[in-house]
């Protein structure tokens, strides 16, 4: 790619970050899937349960690729061009985008669903996912795990500490969900290559992924973005990992 430091940035500064598209990503950047296959298993779930609701839900691209979907069928989103955009994929469809904080309460009654998901949520309530599962209901998630993509974090941040670095780890939700009184029926961690190939995809990136470097601007990150525009055309690729896991829990009967 023979363009310029100042056109891969101007390009990505300009680039709209409404909903959870990463197309704009293709030929930029390569992420490795983790093996189960999150979209494939709500493929499989969904059909079968009455009333499901999808948590933070971004601009419904997950839910919309799903073939079929349950008789109910309701998502939730906080940010404002997130919902616009799910509301015109999903209302379609039929599924109910409902404008709403992740924080509690969730604007639903006890034991309304008897299946909640939710795609890289960036803070998980256990307490009232068990409190609007139904008895026997399900929650399948996956998640982001500890340290992921830490390698751009930490080259634009520096050494971050130990409890910064494990605060995502799958083992404080597997505590909180039983305290919640769920049942993890199933647990597991992936970690994954990422590959960025010019620097307008991190700039992309760490303008959708925001809590990656709080508070990130191409203008207060000059410096260390031509230097690695300079290391990616000398040496290819920056390369970094990010980490996945998928739980499962169950409100017991």
């Not at 999903?90 to 509690?104: C, K, M, T, Y």
């Amino acid at each position: 790619m023979n363009r310029t430091f100042e056109e891969l940035v101007s390009e990505a500064e300009n680039a709209p970050i409404d909903g959870w598209d990463f197309s704009w990503f293709e030929g930029r950047a390569t992420e490795e899937r983790p093996s189960w296959g999150y979209s494939r298993l709500l493929a499989e779930r969904l059909p079968a349960v009455s009333a499901a609701l999808d948590l933070q839900t971004g601009g419904g691209e997950v839910i919309v690729g799903i073939p079929v979907h349950p008789p109910l069928m309701v998502v939730t989103e906080g940010w404002e061009p997130n919902i616009a955009k799910a509301t015109a994929l999903l209302h379609p469809r039929g599924v109910a985008v409902v404008a709403d904080s992740p924080e509690p309460p969730l604007p639903f009654g006890d034991a309304a669903f008897d299946f909640v998901t939710s795609r890289h949520p960036v803070k998980v309530y256990w307490a009232e996912i068990a409190r609007v599962l139904r008895p026997g209901g399900i929650y399948l998630a996956q998640h982001v795990g500890p340290h992921s993509v830490f390698e751009v974090v930490e080259y634009f941040l520096g050494e971050q500490p130990e409890a910064i670095r494990l605060a995502r780890h799958p083992d404080f939700d597997v505590e909180a969900a039983e305290d919640a009184g769920l049942e993890v029926a199933d647990l597991r961690l992936e970690e994954l290559r990422l590959e960025f190939h010019d620097i307008g995809a991190v700039v992309y990136f760490l303008r959708m992924v925001v809590w990656m470097v709080p508070g990130f601007s191409v203008e207060a990150y000059i410096p260390r973005l031509r230097e690695m525009h300079d290391l990616i055309v000398s040496e290819g690729p920056f390369v970094a990992h990010s980490t996945r896991f998928l739980i499962e829990a169950r409100k017991p009967h």
